[in-house]
């Protein structure tokens, strides 16, 4: 799994965009609600497969590490 984290490192910093920091679902919650938000929805790398990537014909496929967080304020 470290190989593929180190791609998505590299592809996202060739289209110009950096990732900065990862967090653990805990954390993030936490984060979330000290900054006085609701996690409203949370797709793990499965149900973003499932939504997007599931119909296709070729290889893509949703990485295991990605998580979707949509949250909501108070």
């Known amino acids: 799994m470290s190989n593929r984290v180190e791609n998505i490192v ?16 805990n954390g993030i919650q936490s984060m979330l609600e000290e900054s006085g938000l609701l996690i409203y929805e949370s797709l793990t790398s499965n149900a973003i497969h499932g939504l997007f990537f599931s119909c296709r014909s070729d290889y893509l496929c949703a ?12």
């Open 10 to 25: 590299k592809m996202t910093s060739a289209s110009g965009e950096s990732i900065k920091s990862r967090f653990t679902n």
């Open 63 to 74: 990485f295991e590490t990605v998580h979707f967080i949509h949250a909501v304020k108070r």
